[in-house]
């Protein structure tokens, strides 16, 4: 006999599902043996797994940094640790004169440099400069992307450069780079090696440049100010080197002036991006230079002299401690809220399995079961391939979950049972009860998306974890219903045990109260046993108003006709 269409598509749906599965293992399975990068467990946050604590001290003469100062530093603190792939970090000021930033497990010598730093301002000369494009167009009319750079193109000079700005530092394996360097995706800045040449971007991302090797960093600059030149009326930037910086810059406006551009450019350079590259108008040897030109407004003059002052930071700040910290809290937190959160699935399968749904409710258990798996397959997917940690918060989103996952299953058996008291065949009740319950749960769950999306965009960061991984697993929750939930019941249906009505298969249709609708009537059990009048009273429960006024109304016609014999 052939199969039917309704279990063919539920085969495949399984099938499909199993093979996702089978996906998603070996993706993480690659990054495990393979790319030494991931590993079969989430990565876990600061809260859950201890971590690194700095602690910074604001730097000023006699007075109190301001609020507007330390709320500036805090953020591009925070820009800093972001940069270096470290997630679920926390930066916070600490009194009036601290900074606090901790990272969950142990911070590498990068990451504590690149927090550390004072200051990462380099002076560079400009070897090439040109619009931020990675693409050209072809003979065929085509924008095309440059191509990834071949390995084998040489990246040795041919010619000894004898200075920053010789052109014979452009190699064609550099040129290649320059060509294909995209300024969405930048490079680490911390990679970038002093003694070589280096590719940035501008702020806006609008011009890209070829820069020498380092020739000063912002050590050399001891004081920057914005200020309006007295000639022209136009805001500037006055700079002032230290003793040192004065006489190598010196040197570099005697070696640039006078050159045609880009030869006669340097580029200040912040934490890997450019933040001017003014041309080198005149012989300096004062330590005193000035950038000015169009388009300098009296706001980017003094941003631009904060950065060139204090580096990335409005104020210098110094480390005062750097100690690991532990998450016996945050462990024993977890403990308890992993106990809540069995707790809480033993007593949904206990409600399902023993009280309301018999052995319909395994069902809902191994959905829960399918969900759980994926969730943490995934989870360990997004720790390798976008640094995501696993919080107490986002422990909670996902207890939180298991009770919204069964609001889905407890509406489509609800609606399951519907049709059966209407007198449904139970194949017959699984499609329609699935047609009329999805279009319910699919608008219940966009809310709880849409919700998720708007706390994880305007809360801060100690309540986006319990946003991710409530959004996460709604998704799941809905993709589990479609490609698990329903093909299963599809299958169960035509069962003897479920499609029979077994009184313990939770879908037997006399306990239901099943009655057969027509022209406002119900039809009522023949046998007044215990359990017919359950049913009968289940029955009468599930009267509409029209129904129950009728039947009424004839209770009332009978009576009324006894009185009168």
């Not at 519907?418 to 769950?445: C, F, H, M, N, P």
Request: negative net charge; proline residues 5%.
């Amino acid at each position: 006999m052939a199969t039917s269409s309704p279990v063919r598509r539920a085969v495949r749906t399984l099938t499909g599902l199993l093979v996702l599965t089978a996906v998603l293992f070996g993706v993480n399975a690659l990054g495990v043996h393979v790319f030494k990068e991931s590993a079969w467990v989430p990565e876990l946050a600061l809260d859950l797994q201890g971590g690194t604590q700095i602690v910074l001290e604001a730097q000023t003469a006699d007075e109190t940094p301001s609020d507007e100062q330390m709320r500036q530093a805090v953020t591009i603190i925070r820009q800093r640790v972001d940069a270096s792939g470290v997630s679920e970090a926390e930066v916070t000021t600490q009194g009036a004169n601290n900074i606090v930033v901790q990272i969950p497990g142990v911070a590498d010598d990068a990451t504590r440099e690149r927090i550390e730093a004072s200051a990462q301002m380099q002076l560079r000369k400009v070897l090439y400069a040109d619009a931020a494009a990675n693409t050209f167009v072809g003979e065929d009319g085509e924008t095309t992307p440059y191509p990834t750079p071949d390995p084998s193109l040489p990246a040795t000079p041919t010619v000894e450069p004898t200075a920053g700005n010789d052109p014979n530092w452009i190699t064609p394996a550099l040129q290649a780079q320059f060509f294909a360097y995209d300024c969405a995706q930048p490079s680490d800045p911390s990679e970038a090696a002093d003694d070589q040449p280096l590719i940035a971007c501008d702020e806006t991302g609008s011009a890209k440049y070829l820069l020498g090797p380092l020739e000063m960093d912002g050590s050399s600059i001891s004081d920057a100010q914005a200020v309006v030149d007295q000639q022209n009326g136009q805001w500037a930037v006055q700079l002032r080197f230290n003793g040192e910086g004065t006489k190598t810059f010196g040197e570099i406006s005697q070696q640039l002036y006078g050159q045609a551009q880009p030869a006669n450019m340097f580029a200040f350079v912040l934490d890997g991006q450019v933040i001017s590259a003014p041309t080198m108008d005149a012989v300096i040897t004062n330590g005193r230079p000035s950038i000015s030109g169009q388009g300098i407004t009296q706001e980017t003059a003094q941003v631009l002299a904060d950065q060139l002052k204090f580096g990335a930071l409005p104020i210098s700040f110094e480390v005062v401690s750097s100690d690991t910290i532990s998450a016996t809290l945050g462990s024993q937190q977890l403990q308890i809220g992993l106990i809540a959160g069995l707790i809480g699935l033993g007593l949904v399968a206990l409600y399902v399995v023993a009280i309301s749904y018999r052995a319909l409710g395994f069902v809902i258990i191994a959905s829960l079961a399918v969900m759980a798996v994926l969730t943490y397959i995934l989870l360990c997917i997004l720790s390798w391939r976008v640094g995501y940690r696993l919080s107490l918060a986002g422990v909670a989103g996902l207890i939180v979950t298991i009770g919204f996952t069964a609001d889905s299953f407890i509406v489509y058996f609800e609606r399951i049972r519907d049709e059966l008291r209407d007198g449904k065949t139970i194949t017959g009740a699984v499609e329609d009860g699935w047609a009329r319950a999805k279009r319910t749960i699919y608008i219940s769950k966009s809310i709880n998306i849409l919700a998720a999306v708007v706390l994880y965009i305007l809360a801060d960061a100690t309540v986006k974890g319990f946003a991710f991984t409530l959004g996460l697993t709604t998704v799941l929750d809905i993709l589990i219903f479609i490609i698990f939930t329903h093909p299963v019941m599809q299958l169960l249906a035509r069962t003897r045990f479920f499609g029979g009505g077994h009184p313990l298969s939770g879908l037997d249709p006399d306990s239901l109260g099943a009655v057969f609708r027509g022209r406002a009537q119900f039809r009522a059990p023949a046998v007044t046993s215990p359990r017919s009048s359950r049913a009968r009273g289940e029955a009468e429960r599930r009267q509409t108003i029209a129904e129950r006024k009728e039947a009424e109304r004839r209770a009332g016609e009978r009576l009324g006709t006894e009185e009168n014999v």
